[in-house]
């Protein structure tokens, strides 16, 4: 039976713990990883490092799926826990999360790039001590009705924006899967691409 030391990957979704919390914008990360476990009849459970976890195969790799439950800006400590305790490098970490500079449902892959003002991928790369690792990003646009960006990612996603979301999360897992499976590239390649005919640069 595999155990949670056989993990290849770390894929940690970011977001708040508890009920208050679940249907916002700034929760979409969780959402991705709750997913993953969905889709691999895997159930999470609370672990070390104020964590809760589950083990997901992709044939044929072994994946520990993490949500923190230290809320967002502390989300380093669980994850960077994780990782040495696997004994893992930063490029076999996927991280996903909000994206406040994104169009509501728009996906971005990235390799290395700077936190962008977000608290919990700022957390993850400070507990690390680098910049460097995958990530899934996902849209949530900007407010455009004079509300605070805190308060826009912490409010209830609206009920126009639920369809696009829910779409945006299926597409984050499968996107997921690609950069684990297929490597960086194939899925910057894949899934950077704007809605219409625009595509993203995939660097």
């Known amino acids: 039976m595999a ?18 919390y679940v249907r916002t914008r700034h929760n979409v990360g969780f959402a991705v990883v709750e997913r993953l476990a969905a889709a691999g009849a895997a159930g999470f459970s ?16 072994l994946v520990l799926l ?22 893992l490098p930063a490029e076999r970490l996927v991280v996903v999360h909000d994206d ?15 936190a962008g003002g977000h608290r919990g991928v700022r957390s993850v790369q400070e507990a690390l001590g680098l910049v460097g690792f995958p990530r899934v990003r996902i849209g949530i646009g900007r407010p455009t009705n004079g509300e605070a960006a805190a308060d826009h990612v912490l409010a209830d996603i609206a009920p126009e924006e639920c369809p696009v979301l829910a779409d945006a999360v299926a597409r984050a897992a499968d996107a997921v899967r690609s ?8 899925a910057m390649n894949r899934y950077n691409v704007r809605q219409g005919s625009d595509r993203d640069p995939v660097a």
Not at 3 to 9: F, K, L, T, Y
Not at 46 to 61: G, M
């Open 3 to 20: 155990a949670i030391e056989d993990a290849e990957w770390l894929v940690a979704g970011l977001g708040n713990p508890g009920p208050a």
């Open 179 to 186: 950069l684990i499976l297929e490597g960086p590239a194939s």
């Open 100 to 114: 406040l500079d994104l169009r509501v449902g728009q996906l971005r892959v990235v390799i290395s790039a700077g």
């Open 46 to 61: 609370a672990a070390k490092y104020e964590s809760q976890v589950a083990l997901f195969c992709l044939p044929p790799t």
């Open 66 to 87: 993490l949500k923190p439950q230290t809320f967002m800006n502390r989300s380093g400590a669980a994850v960077a826990g994780w990782l040495l305790h696997l004994g």
